[in-house]
């Protein structure tokens, strides 16, 4: 029996030919077959430039666009980003290293993140990269690091705002939070800094991620921006960044729409001719991770049996959560929902059928779709989760039962 096809709308960014997915201009199986092994995860180069294209079109000039390193750590796709973006936000020693490696001079690295080791700390002052401040005892530390360096520090503050990032995924800031300083207590902070030989270069006000909400990100925007005015009266020195966050969320899921980045940049334009004026010295920093490279990604897996049970079919693949956590509906989820995921090799084959996709772990949480339609697959087909560039790899549990971890390849 022939049923229609639905089309996943998140396919379109992917072109096809002869029904197999195209990334970075090559077929899917042929990619596989270069890669030598399933599972693995493959970014599309071309993909993560347009992004960046795309959000320069639509955001105001002075803005300075900052890739978060968190969602997708790969050295190869820092590497192409840091000749893309104007900086480089990272949260880890680790993370650091491979920012470093890039062309990205260090005054355009920044480091947040609490709970910062000494090590850290120390390493991140000896690159002159710029730290921001998550507590005022961190402030503490980093002033005595830098006199025994002999470096003086750059620093930034992390306010954790008086408001909350609406309709946000994960709520980074407002309320009580163990990232940034609450902003009341930043003046105070900001009296002491001016004591002891930190370099004060502004201020980082991140509030919450995933968003797909146009007017909430444009709310936020227009409330950091004054919460940042507001604070720079109390400022020991000029305010040279002003960090306003990111958030920018994509669609996984049917029913999401994907954000309007013109009226985000076009409130943006209105709200910088008061900023330009009562900051003139500030570049505004825009920071975003899950926007620029999710959807330039796909993780791939290999059908390994066809399996019955009591009427329904179960394809087993040698992927699963512990290389996808967020597909598997582990990572922070409320509600299990299916990721976008076709067979990469038929993707619209006529013949479909209901099934659930699962791994090799010994749980039933190892599920990649749950009864989801899709082409008839075989043994030794190609499952493909889409919107997989962010958060996926490095954000799941990959020495859960002991299985080899995935290739990652850049196309
Ligand atoms: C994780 C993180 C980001 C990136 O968030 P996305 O939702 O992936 O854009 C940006 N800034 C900070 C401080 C973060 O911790």
Redesign the pocket.
Known sequence: MKKAHPRHALLNQFSLHDDCLQIGGMELTRLAQRVGKTPFYAYDRQKVTERIRFLRQHLPAEIHLHF?M??NPMPAVVQHLASLVDGI?V?SAGEMNIALDTVMPPEKISF??PGKSEFELSCAIAAGIVL?IESEQEMEHIARLGEHLGICPNVAV?VNPDFELKSSG?K?GGGAKQ?GVDSERVPAMLARMGKIGLNFLGF?I?SG??NLKTASIQEAHEKTLQLGMRLANSAPAPVRILNI?????VPYFPGEEALNLAAIGENLQHLLLKVKQQLPESRIVI??????VAEAGIYVCRVLERKLSRGQVFLVTDGGLHHHLAASGNFGQVIRKNYPVVIGNRVHNSEREIVSVVGPLCTPLDLLADQMEMARADIGDLVVVLQSG??GLTASPTAFLSHPVPIEVLV
């Not at 920071?287 to 620029?292: A, K, P, Q, S, V």
């Open positions: 978060a968190k969602a936000d949260a947040a993140g921001n992390r994960m980074m990232f980082h991140f991620s995933q966050g990111g958030g920018f969320g920071e975003l991770g899950r926007y620029i962010a958060y």
